[in-house]
């Protein structure tokens, strides 16, 4: 196994919690050889009940095979020979999926040279690290960027469990060339915080500037009115489409033309009059006189 350690002095979270990722089994255990029996291990890792995924590890992990355990909820992107798998649970016969360990580490499998890159989420800004341990995103995938939108998980700055309202934007292969040789990748994520991204389990298109979200739901808890207790809530968007664009305004990404069609009968309402923007038009020239 071989541990590359680029960013050795950069920051990372500080956040106490249970310290169980793939990674840092690996650094306290050095006769594992595959990633099953670190799930095995992971199954045990337990905070108040709740598997929470933390890591103050600032090393790569590079080793041999390209075997996954089963999973449950990941996103995979491929690039080439490589695949990339963020988020999911590994299953377990013996534990309902409930019950089954987040996967800490974002994985990056290396078909052609037989190896995989874990890679601890401590490398990834916060509100990155959070969503990227979730399961059951919304997402999509287009000439090379990855839109990660929602999914669930626990969320360390408000210690519950929630549908992430974000939508995370990056490109896979920069991502990729970045573990590989060793590169900072902490700039390459665009991040969008509204409500109104989070859905988990939701199929996402996008067509020209707009995304199409259909179906889907939204798990959260809420605060009881004249207490601070909260209840988990749950909202089913079956048969429902979401429809929105991103704009910059002062330079950061926003939602814009946000509109929810609840049933199939209304879903022309949500499709645009245009998909595209009008393409750039070259100014005419007045023709000389003579």
Same mark, same amino acid.
């Given at each position: 196994?071989?541990?590359?350690?680029?960013?050795? !002095?950069?920051?990372?979270?500080?956040?106490? *919690?249970?310290?169980?990722?793939?990674?840092?089994?690996?650094?306290?255990?050095?006769?594992?050889?595959? +990633?099953? /029996?670190?799930?095995? +291990?992971?199954?045990?890792?337990?905070?108040?009940?709740?598997?929470?995924?933390?890591?103050?590890?600032?090393?790569?992990?590079?080793?041999?095979?390209?075997?996954?355990? &089963?999973?449950?909820?990941?996103?995979?992107?491929?690039?080439?020979?490589?695949?990339?798998?963020?988020?999911?649970?590994?299953?377990?016969?013996?534990?309902?999926?409930?019950?089954? &360990?987040?996967?800490?580490?974002?994985?990056?499998?290396?078909? *052609?040279?037989? #190896?995989?890159?874990?890679?601890? +989420?401590?490398?990834?800004?916060?509100?990155?690290?959070?969503?990227?341990?979730?399961?059951?995103?919304?997402?999509?995938?287009?000439?090379?960027? *990855?839109?990660?939108?929602?999914?669930?998980?626990?969320?360390?700055?408000?210690?519950?469990?929630?549908?992430?309202?974000?939508?995370?934007?990056?490109?896979? #292969?920069?991502?990729?060339? /970045?573990?590989?040789?060793?590169?900072?990748?902490?700039?390459?994520?665009?991040?969008?915080?509204?409500?109104?991204?989070?859905?988990?389990?939701? !199929?996402?298109?996008?067509?020209?500037?707009?995304?199409?979200?259909?179906?889907?739901?939204?798990?959260?808890?809420?605060?009881?009115?004249?207490?601070?207790?909260?209840?988990?809530?749950?909202?089913?968007?079956?048969?429902?489409?979401?429809?929105?664009?991103?704009?910059?305004?002062?330079?950061? &990404?926003?939602?814009?033309?946000?509109?929810?069609?609840?049933?199939?009968?209304?879903?022309?309402?949500?499709?645009?009059?245009?998909?595209?923007?009008?393409?750039?038009?070259?100014?005419?020239? *007045? &023709? !000389?006189?003579?």
């Amino acid at each position: 196994m071989i541990k590359i350690n680029p960013f050795a !002095n950069r920051r990372h979270r500080s956040e106490r *919690a249970n310290d169980g990722t793939l990674s840092q089994i690996l650094t306290n255990s050095f006769v594992m050889r595959t +990633l099953l /029996s670190l799930v095995f +291990l992971c199954t045990h890792l337990v905070v108040y009940g709740q598997f929470v995924c933390f890591s103050d590890s600032t090393t790569i992990y590079e080793f041999p095979g390209t075997e996954i355990p &089963p999973m449950v909820g990941e996103a995979t992107f491929y690039s080439g020979h490589f695949r990339m798998i963020i988020g999911g649970k590994f299953l377990d016969a013996k534990v309902p999926e409930s019950a089954a &360990p987040y996967n800490c580490d974002v994985l990056i499998v290396d078909n *052609a040279a037989r #190896k995989m890159y874990a890679l601890p +989420l401590s490398y990834f800004p916060a509100y990155v690290a959070d969503q990227f341990s979730g399961v059951h995103f919304s997402y999509t995938f287009e000439k090379d960027t *990855a839109y990660i939108m929602g999914g669930f998980g626990y969320d360390l700055t408000e210690n519950f469990e929630t549908t992430f309202p974000t939508m995370t934007i990056f490109s896979v #292969k920069t991502l990729i060339d /970045s573990v590989v040789h060793h590169k900072d990748y902490l700039n390459l994520f665009t991040v969008v915080n509204d409500s109104r991204l989070a859905i988990m389990e939701g !199929n996402v298109v996008r067509i020209g500037d707009y995304f199409m979200v259909y179906n889907g739901r939204k798990i959260a808890p809420v605060k009881e009115e004249f207490s601070d207790r909260l209840t988990i809530s749950e909202w089913d968007f079956k048969g429902q489409m979401r429809k929105f664009k991103l704009k910059n305004t002062a330079g950061f &990404p926003e939602v814009d033309e946000f509109q929810v069609c609840t049933t199939a009968k209304t879903f022309y309402q949500c499709m645009p009059d245009t998909w595209h923007p009008e393409p750039v038009k070259a100014p005419k020239i *007045a &023709p !000389n006189k003579r």
